[in-house]
């Protein structure tokens, strides 16, 4: 019966191998590398989420997840939300998510958050309310994964033509703009000339959010050499504080994993000045006495906090 049920969950709700190829869905092909590891990426985030649909109790499922090659694990974390938020939404007398990020996703919690935020985008759920029964200050994180997914299956409306999808008002626009951001590295197959082109053709209003972005998926995900990185380092201009915030995000996030990686040392010490455990704790610093939610959410002020830090870093360099 078992098995019954996770066929049914598969043939409803599953992810076709196709739908990680960058050839099928339309991005930028770049160098053959980047894309190969860019695209394990993406089946390593199917491979989660097929885990959740087949059982979602917490314990066997985080067995399988942990069982992935540390580098890519948190990705394989962040399909299972999803695959946990979609059947929470069809059937939501279970809390499965709750459940999952108390037990075996404590330590990936942020990238639970995001993979909520894939099954938003695919349950065309309210937003607000769906937001609102989850932690405060990481809820913005959903719509950081709502933001994601759009690129990353719908770039030509949301890339291109720059829309972004209704129901979403003040600060969520933001939040979103961050995981349109983090999508653009594999839209545009980390090359650093095609992002910057694409970025400088939306609204100024939303460039930093974009970068911040970026800044986060290089240096979660990786791909490219530190000589590119100091490109990008330089693409970003302005907004450099921004990609160092993103890359800050990325570092606390495998910290807490226990998933470091070279790569993300890499980017930390070319955009932020300084190793990713160091950038990890600029973010723990940043958490320190937020105020409550106003007009402007804590989790903003967050960033700006750790934005700060990397611009006074930038000037006493």
Same mark, same amino acid.
């Given at each position: 019966?078992?098995h019954?049920?996770a066929?049914?969950r %598969?043939?409803?709700?599953?992810?076709?191998?196709?739908e990680?190829s960058?050839?099928?869905?339309?991005? *930028?092909p770049?160098d053959? !590398?980047?894309r190969? /590891?860019?695209e394990?990426v993406? /089946?390593t985030?199917?491979?989660g989420y097929?885990?959740?649909l +087949?059982?979602?109790?917490?314990e066997?499922l985080g067995r399988?997840?942990n069982?992935?090659?540390?580098?890519? =694990?948190?990705?394989?974390?962040e399909?299972?939300?999803?695959?946990?938020?979609? #059947?929470?939404?069809?059937?939501p007398w279970r @809390?499965?998510?709750?459940a999952f990020?108390m037990?075996?996703?404590?330590a990936?919690h942020? !990238?639970v *958050?995001?993979?909520v935020?894939?099954?938003?985008a695919?349950l065309? %759920?309210s937003?607000?309310?769906?937001?609102q =029964?989850?932690?405060p200050l990481?809820?913005?994180?959903i #719509?950081?994964? *709502?933001?994601?997914h759009?690129? *990353?299956?719908?770039?030509?409306?949301?890339?291109?033509?720059?829309q972004i999808?209704g129901?979403?008002?003040g600060?969520?626009?933001?939040a979103? +703009?961050?995981?349109?951001?983090?999508s #653009?590295?594999?839209v545009? @197959?980390?090359?650093?000339?095609h992002?910057?082109?694409t970025i400088? %053709?939306?609204e100024?209003?939303r460039y930093? +959010?974009?970068?911040?972005?970026?800044g986060?998926?290089?240096?979660?995900?990786g791909?490219?050499s530190?000589?590119?990185l100091?490109?990008?380092?330089?693409a970003?201009?302005?907004?450099r504080?921004?990609?160092?915030q993103?890359?800050a995000?990325?570092?606390?996030?495998r910290q807490r994993?226990?998933?470091?990686?070279?790569?993300?040392d890499d980017a930390c010490e070319i955009f932020c000045?300084?190793s990713?455990?160091?950038?990890?704790?600029?973010?723990?610093?940043a #958490?320190?006495e937020l105020?409550?939610d106003?007009?402007?959410?804590?989790?903003?002020?967050?960033r700006q906090r750790?934005?700060?830090a990397?611009?006074?870093?930038?000037?006493?360099?």
């Amino acid at each position: 019966m078992t098995h019954l049920f996770a066929s049914l969950r %598969r043939l409803a709700f599953g992810i076709a191998p196709k739908e990680t190829s960058f050839s099928y869905r339309g991005f *930028y092909p770049g160098d053959a !590398m980047v894309r190969h /590891r860019l695209e394990r990426v993406g /089946r390593t985030f199917v491979y989660g989420y097929h885990a959740a649909l +087949d059982d979602s109790t917490p314990e066997s499922l985080g067995r399988r997840l942990n069982a992935v090659e540390a580098e890519y =694990r948190g990705f394989a974390f962040e399909g299972a939300a999803m695959g946990l938020a979609i #059947l929470d939404g069809v059937a939501p007398w279970r @809390c499965r998510v709750q459940a999952f990020v108390m037990g075996p996703g404590a330590a990936h919690h942020y !990238m639970v *958050y995001v993979g909520v935020g894939w099954a938003l985008a695919r349950l065309h %759920r309210s937003v607000p309310r769906t937001i609102q =029964r989850y932690d405060p200050l990481l809820r913005w994180l959903i #719509l950081d994964g *709502y933001g994601f997914h759009e690129g *990353y299956f719908s770039w030509q409306r949301s890339v291109q033509q720059h829309q972004i999808p209704g129901g979403l008002t003040g600060y969520m626009r933001r939040a979103f +703009d961050q995981g349109l951001g983090r999508s #653009l590295w594999f839209v545009k @197959c980390a090359d650093v000339a095609h992002i910057a082109t694409t970025i400088a %053709r939306f609204e100024p209003s939303r460039y930093q +959010d974009l970068w911040s972005g970026v800044g986060l998926a290089c240096a979660y995900s990786g791909g490219v050499s530190r000589a590119t990185l100091g490109v990008l380092a330089g693409a970003a201009g302005d907004c450099r504080p921004q990609l160092a915030q993103g890359a800050a995000f990325a570092a606390k996030a495998r910290q807490r994993a226990g998933n470091p990686a070279t790569h993300t040392d890499d980017a930390c010490e070319i955009f932020c000045g300084m190793s990713a455990d160091e950038a990890a704790q600029i973010t723990d610093i940043a #958490l320190e006495e937020l105020p409550p939610d106003t007009d402007v959410p804590a989790y903003e002020i967050w960033r700006q906090r750790i934005q700060s830090a990397f611009l006074e870093e930038r000037v006493a360099r």
